[in-house]
Nanobody, 120 residues
Framework: QVQLVESGGGLVQPGGSLKLSCAAS????????MGWHRQAPGKQRELVAH???????TYADSVKERFTISRDNAKNTMYLQMNSLQPEDTAVYSC??????????????WGQGTQVTVSS
């Protein structure tokens, strides 16, 4: 019914930038909170950034001043602009969204993830 698809990952040199996208599709009535998470090899998944339905944004301390989360409600899409990337930012980045559909209540959906590798 509902799918989240991330895109925009890849290989970038330290100090570089990438912009991730998370597009939601399907029988969507409303999208509430959305978030970006990452998981590096051997580490637990961590919340990177979060944006509420009204646009309130929060960030992990490790990415403040470098990453910017945003959303385009008309396109059912969320973005993560990542600047000044460092090797420690290397991880699989996944998005989640709390979505209501015509046939169900609130459900937390996840994307499949996109790899971000920061290396020279």
């Amino acid at each position: 019914q509902v799918q989240l698809v991330e895109s925009g990952g890849g290989l970038v040199q330290p100090g570089g930038s990438l912009k991730l996208s998370c597009a939601a599709s399907g029988s969507i009535s409303h999208i509430y909170a959305m978030g970006w998470h990452r998981q590096a090899p051997g580490k637990q998944r961590e919340l990177v950034a979060h944006i509420t339905g009204s646009g309130v944004m929060t960030y992990a301390d490790s990415v403040k001043e470098r990453f910017t989360i945003s959303r385009d409600n008309a396109k059912n899409t969320m973005y993560l602009q990542m600047n000044s990337l460092q090797p420690e930012d290397t991880a699989v980045y996944s998005c989640n969204a709390v979505i209501s559909t015509a046939s169900s209540g609130l459900t937390n959906y996840w994307g499949q993830g996109t790899q971000v590798t920061v290396s020279s």
